[in-house]
Nanobody, 121 residues
């Protein structure tokens, strides 16, 4: 059974930084793409960043490119999202997600409970 637990959210001023962590359990972490998504109040959930199972390839939404960095630690079954130069529009609940290797397409089949990030102006 896969469980994803996010930590690291909080309140930060614009221009500040936060590092989100996602602890993954289960035996498929090393073979799964991992992603971060976010959902702001009244908006649909949107893609933020993803990293391949090997960690060798990363993907970013245009809105965060150059400010956010996704990484993973295979030994610890952890995924991180380093967020720099935060803006008020980055305020959202951030979700960690896993796409198991047997999933076809772009869907993610496991999700964490989310962690709130609030950026004040």
């Amino acid at each position: 059974q896969v469980q994803l637990v996010e930590t690291g959210g909080g309140l930060v001023q614009a221009g500040g930084s936060l590092r989100l962590s996602c602890a993954a359990s289960g035996r498929t972490f090393s073979t799964s793409r991992m992603g971060w998504f976010r959902q702001a109040p009244g908006k649909e959930r949107e893609f933020v960043a993803a990293i391949s199972s090997s960690g060798g390839t990363t993907y970013y939404a245009d809105s965060v490119k150059g400010r956010f960095t996704i990484s993973r630690d295979a030994a610890k079954s952890m995924v991180y999202l380093q967020m720099n130069s935060l803006k008020p529009e980055d305020t959202a609940v951030y979700y960690c997600a896993q796409r198991s290797p047997w999933v076809i397409g772009d869907e993610y089949d496991y999700w964490g409970q989310g962690t709130q990030v609030t950026v004040s102006s």
